[in-house]
Each structure stands twice: as structure tokens, then as C-alpha cells.
């Protein structure tokens, strides 16, 4: 039985985001929302994340730092993009300094659309993260034989 | 009345340590899940469900082990080891003083883990925790001392037996004990080296370099270390034990309120505090103490 369902850690990272989303991913830690009821716990730390929340359109300097972030998570890990610009660039997907959404860069696993995304569509994206996990964690495991 | 300390004598040593073994993390779990749902309900939350510490821990066992020096494992595990044996040690009857120093020597473990690696956040996490060491060390020797003074015996089982209360005696004591407590039990205002709350802060710092199995481990040893401290509590009203145990609830119940209405305290605060308190409380009890004899 894998537990990531009930105890997911999140990492969030504003790369080049307007802070809409990002205002949005603390709202759902508030009372209202309560993130903390699922099981879910914020981190500031990779070593201890298992879904890394991403927001923005990622530009050139916050590429390196978000590749970082990711490489520093222990597996299994996913990747939760937040808001149309980490989805596509939305607005800003024909200027010269960005990327053009979070999925140029990592593997991305769940998309959560919306400007900004709501907080309950968060919480949900990254419920839909869990069961991602579950499914790295037991492919991961038969691979291991 | 003493229908526990029947219990408690007809088992062996051997059994003493193995109930500890099992027992204490199972409780010492719970008690971190009130918190957390005490907690959030304090702060008009609904809160996690009273599993969830075993949630995390469990999964945290199924994650990838990184390491960035075996010394860093290492010290982990001397920490799980030293807090292991402290309690088991406490719970079989033993010596008090011994309970103490292993004690002292398991954070030391967990202060050179956070030395081992070479992250900044991580250094400064281990200097704040020896920092909450020298606050609350001589508060806990001055315990003992106090109880050796009334009881005349370092020996556990026989201050756990003492037919008069410990608590008439050492009343100063017992507060100062307190007050170190909110230390040990990593609660605000004292929560500098490793906080239950503010994970995206420099209070996380001991752990920042700890992932996976290894975090799972320091998580359970804060469990064993919590009954450990509220066995401690239980010893001053060790006369009566349905009084000591509503009474070592009381003083958890009490840390979460304290946890929940204190901003965290610089570490100067927290030193000079710490030992006001220790020599205002604790020395004062024992001069007057030793005056009476």
C-alpha cells in the first residue's frame, strides 16, 4: 500500500508568475479552504516535497531554478502546473525571454487551468498529483522486481 | 488505586523496555496528531485526521533515501538509538541521572547530523539547537537534583513510588520544568531549531538537508523523546497515578495552548529566559529545600 495519497508535501515555485496563482495557492491554506485537512503541508524544502507546484511562464533565469528545484525532490515525485501561463504562456507566449509554460522544461503530470487558477481547482490538481504518485510509486517498485 | 504499579511491578525489565519499545511510538504519534488537529481547530481549521503523523511517516519510508555524506545517516540513527535507550532506560526503572546525560548525548547527534552536510540553512538550524540546549540542560539536571533531595534516590522506580508528592516539594521545580518543556517539545515561543509550523522558514533548518527515510526517523525519535519528557512530568505526582496521568495530558494540552498564542522568541530571549526561569524556579526551590532539611 503506498500512502502518498494521504500525506502529499507540496513545493511551490513562482517561476516569473504575476503572482495571481501564487496569491491563490496561499488562499487554499487559509481557514476556507483548509489544504492542511488532506493531509497536505506546504514545504519550502525540495528534499521534502513530493508534488512540485509551479506557476508562470517560466522566463530565462527562473529555467535553471526550477530544473534545480526538481532535481533536488526524492522520487517518486510529480509536477503540478498552475494557471494558463504555466500551462501555455498564455499572454505572454510570444515574448523573446519566455519559455512558454512549465512543460518545456519538466514533465508535467497535472494541468490546473484558470487566470487565476481557483483555489479549489488547486486542491484538486493536486489531489489528481496523489493518485499520479501512487502510479510512479508502483511502477517504480516493478521495476525493481 | 495502584492497581498500575501492580501491573508495572509484575513485569520483568526485559518487558518494561519491550512495552516502551512498542507502546511509545504509538502513543507518541497520537499525541503529535492531537496537536496537529488541536491545533488547526485553534486556529479555526478543520485539520488533519488524528493518523496523520503514521501518514507521513509511512510515506515518507516509501520515498527515495538521499544522502549527501554517510555521516548524516549516521548521526540519525545515533539520535534514534540514544532517545531509544534514554526512554527505555526511564521506562524499566532505571537510573534517572543516566536517563538524562543519554539524552543529552542523543541531541548532540541530531546537532552534529545538521553539522554533517554544507547547506547554510542546515548550519544555522544546528547552532539554534545547541543554543535551545544550553537553555534547557540545567534545568533538567536541576530536576533530579530536586527529586534526589526530597526522595534521597535517583532510581526511577523508586521516585514513580513514592508515597508522598513530589509535586508539595518541588513546585518551583516542576515550573521551571515546564518552561524548558515548550523547549523540548519544540513549541512556539521556543520552536528555533526544528518547528512543527513555518516549514517554508529558517525554523525548519535542522531538517532542510533530511529527506525520506531518514526525516521518517527524526519524526519518530520526537515521538519516543515526547512520552519520555511526559513520563518525566508523571514522576512529580508519581503518589497518585490517575492524578499523574490527567496531569501529564493537562501539561500537553497546555504546551499546544502556549504553541498557539506565543510569536516565536529571538534566541537571545530564549536563553536569557530559559535561565531566569531555571535559576528564579528551580534554584530558589532547592536552596529553600535544602534549608528545610
Known sequence: MAWFKRSPWVLHYNATSCNGCDTEVIVSLTPLYDLERFGIINTGNPKHADILLATGSVNEKSVQVLRNLYDQMPNPKAVVAVGLCAISGCVFQDCYNVMGGVDKVLPVDVYVPGCAARPEAIIDGVLKACDILEEKYAEQKRRRG | MNTLYEIYQSLSVVERVLVFLVLAPVA????????????????????????????????????????????????????????????????????????????????????????????????????????????????????????????????????????????????????????????????????????????????????????????????????????????????????????AIAVCVATYLFEIFIDMNYARFKWQLTLASSWAFTAVAGVSNIIVLSMMK
Open chain 2, 28 to 243: 507518541g504519534g497520537f499525541l503529535a496528531g492531537l496537536d496537529r488537529k488541536l491545533s488547526a481547530r485553534l486556529q479555526g481549521r478543520y485539520g488533519p485526521p488524528l493518523r496523520q503523523p503514521f501518514f507521513d511517516v509511512l510515506k515518507l519510508f516509501q520515498k527515495e533515501r538521499i544522502l549527501v555524506n554517510k555521516f548524516q545517516n549516521f548521526s540519525i540513527v545515533l539520535f534514534f538509538l540514544f532517545t531509544v535507550f534514554s526512554g527505555a532506560l526511564f521506562f524499566a526503572g532505571a537510573d534517572l541521572l543516566l536517563t538524562i546525560f543519554s539524552l543529552a548525548l542523543a541531541g548532540t547527534f541530531l546537532i552534529l547530523g545538521g553539522f554533517a552536510v554544507g547547506s547554510p540553512y542546515s548550519h544555522i538550524g544546528a547552532e539554534r539547537e545547541m543554543i535551545q540546549m544550553v537553555s534547557y540542560e540545567p534545568m533538567v539536571i536541576l530536576m533530579a537534583v530536586g527529586m534526589y533531595q526530597v526522595t534521597g534516590s535517583f532510581n526511577v522506580a523508586e521516585l514513580a513510588q513514592h508515597q508522598q508528592p513530589l509535586i508539595l516539594y518541588l513546585p518551583g521545580v516542576f515550573a521551571g520544568f515546564l518552561y524548558i518543556l515548550t523547549i523540548k517539545f519544540r513549541k512556539s515561543p521556543f520552536d528555533l531549531s526544528m518547528s512543527h509550523h513555518a516549514h517554508q522558514e529558517i525554523v525548519r533548518g535542522i531538517t532542510t538537508e533530511f529527506s525520506g527515510p531518514s526525516l521518517a526517523l527524526i519524526e519518530i525519535t520526537h515521538w519516543y523523546e515526547n512520552v519520555l519528557l511526559l513520563g518525566m512530568v508523571y514522576l512529580f505526582f508519581g503518589f497518585n497515578p490517575w492524578i
